[in-house]
Structures are given as structure tokens and as C-alpha cells.
């Protein structure tokens, strides 16, 4: 269960206060384009990121660039359209294991099966948690 932060929201209730906001079909569509490295715009980086992205309004330079991938992963946990699994899957492949680690959570939650060779794959990934997380999917995709 999501902990509520100082920002007043849980990601969860973040992103649930976006698709209410502006609709589940613009959320996905925005996280779908931050997986690739796509622009996305001020309010939609607040809602994936919560605290952390408030560089957004101050002007402070922000953390490294895999942040936007994994809050757009994140967000489609709890946002989701098909039209997203041709970037979860790509993001299985990313070079940032925060982002891989994401996206194997996403597979899971969503139950993307066409992902079970990935996520094989990801078995021997150089990242413990990544494939900590890869198992936990695996196991999930078996149910």
C-alpha cells in the first residue's frame, strides 16, 4: 500500500487525479512519449514525479533524465491502455535499470505475456533488483 508523501498523494492518487484531470487515453499517451524520450508538458511530469519533479516549476536543474522514463512507467501502473505495451516493452530494453525494473512491474500488473521471453532474458540482468523484479514477473505471468 502507497504512503502518502508530503506532497498530500500517493503516485496512485497522483496519477488518478491526472486521468480525472485530463483522461486516461492523454495520461497513457504522455507516459507512452516520456518512455521514448519525447517532450511532455509541465503538469503531467508533476503528476508521475510528485515532489521530486517540482524542478519543473522552480527552474532547479533536474536529476538524471531516466527519472521521466521510470515516473512514466510508474504512471502506467495505474493508467493503462493497450495502445501502451509497444513501450513497455521497449523499456524493457532501456539503459537505465530503474526504468527496467519499472517496466517489469508494469508487464506484471498488466499481465503482458508476449513480454515472457524479456522477461527470461532479464533474469541475468547485471542489476540485482532488476532481477529481483524479473522473477517476481516471472512468477506473476505463470498465475
Known amino acids: 500500500m502507497g504512503t502518502t508523501s508530503h506532497w498530500g498523494m500517493t503516485p496512485r492518487q497522483g496519477v488518478e487525479h491526472e486521468c ?6 492523454a495520461v497513457v499517451s504522455g507516459c507512452v512519449d516520456l518512455l521514448a524520450g519525447e517532450p511532455a508538458d509541465d503538469e503531467l511530469i508533476l503528476a508521475l514525479g510528485g515532489p521530486p519533479a517540482d524542478w519543473v516549476r522552480t527552474g532547479e536543474p533536474p536529476g538524471p533524465a531516466y527519472w521521466l522514463r521510470v515516473w512514466a512507467a510508474r504512471g502506467l501502473l495505474y493508467a493503462w491502455d493497450d495502445s501502451a505495451r509497444p513501450a513497455v516493452l521497449r523499456a524493457l530494453g532501456d539503459d537505465a535499470w530503474r526504468v527496467r ?3 517489469l ?7 503482458l505475456g508476449e513480454a515472457s521471453a524479456r522477461v527470461d532474458a532479464l533474469l ?12 517476481r514477473t516471472q512468477r506473476a505471468l505463470d498465475r
Request: avoid cysteine; proline fraction near 4%.
Open 105 to 111: 512491474k508494469v508487464v506484471a500488473r498488466h499481465q
Open 124 to 135: 541475468d540482468d547485471p542489476s540485482t533488483r532488476v532481477r529481483a523484479a524479473a522473477s
Open 20 to 25: 480525472a484531470r485530463r483522461g486516461v487515453a
Open 101 to 103: 525494473e519499472a517496466a
